[in-house]
């Protein structure tokens, strides 16, 4: 996948937060070298590794390991930063057989005790050359206890009925191989509406939702061969 060439909002110097693009907007300020991006609500990995581009079922909650363990350990010994947000969920099918997904999940605590009966639903798209789309959300009889959602245009992530996503108004632009700019993130919960900017988070009704990058290309065109900039990543617990 492109690198996410987007950058938290309160990066750079004040001088650059009101440097104007010709469109008379801030400039989009750019990670420097060195500079860690935030944890961002994210799935990472599965294992075993799931190839199917689905996996739903009702499963028994088994605990939860440390990010520094099992399919996560790789990322979090090269990216430090992630390690307090990076969690290895552990499952079990009816089946018998166990299933662990890694998380990075920054403010996000899944109200769930071991034994618990969970339904899980993980719908992963791999685009290539495009961007990645997935969904993982965690249910209960009582309602939604986890999700986070991946993808380039927000409105084209799959939620379920009770999560709507959009993109809000453009906050900053800037040219790379071509244009393109950051976004708040239109959030409605069960009726209950919000817009965030990027690397944010508030509460939306009854739910904490946590933004990460919202980015997206403002013209089609680019300088640069299989160049996009196109990424929206959200987590939303009660």
């Known amino acids: 996948m492109p690198p996410d060439t ?31 991006a935030p944890a961002a609500p994210v799935v990472v990995c599965s294992q075993p590794n799931l190839t199917q581009s689905l996996f739903e079922a009702d499963v028994t909650f088994l605990g939860w390991d440390s990010g520094l363990v099992g399919c996560l350990a790789a990322l979090t010994q090269s990216f430090s930063h992630l390690a307090p947000a990076a969690r290895v969920l552990r499952v079990r099918t009816a089946a018998g057989a166990e299933q ?59 939620t379920g009925g ?36 990027p690397h944010t988070s508030a509460r939306v009704g009854d739910y904490l939702v946590v933004v990460g990058a919202s980015e997206q290309q403002t013209a089609g065109s680019s300088t640069c061969a299989d160049w996009f900039v196109s990424r929206t990543e959200i987590g939303i617990a009660p």
Request: hydrophobic share 40%.
């Open 6 to 36: 987007g950058a938290p909002l309160d990066a750079g110097s004040a001088a650059d937060a009101v440097t104007m693009a010709d469109s008379g907007m801030p400039v989009c300020p750019m990670a420097g070298a060195g500079v860690e």
């Open 100 to 158: 662990s997904f890694g998380l990075i999940l920054p403010g996000l605590s899944p109200a769930i005790q071991v034994g618990d009966t969970i339904h899980l639903l993980y719908e992963p798209e791999p685009g290539g050359f495009s961007p990645t789309y997935s969904r993982f959300e965690l249910r209960n009889a009582a309602g939604l206890l986890l999700y986070i959602g991946l993808g380039g245009r927000p409105d084209r992530i799959k």
């Open 162 to 197: 009770d999560i709507h996503l959009g993109l809000g108004k453009q906050l900053c632009a800037t040219v790379d191989c071509g244009p393109w700019g950051q976004y708040e993130l239109a959030v409605s919960i069960q009726g209950v509406t919000a817009s965030l900017p």
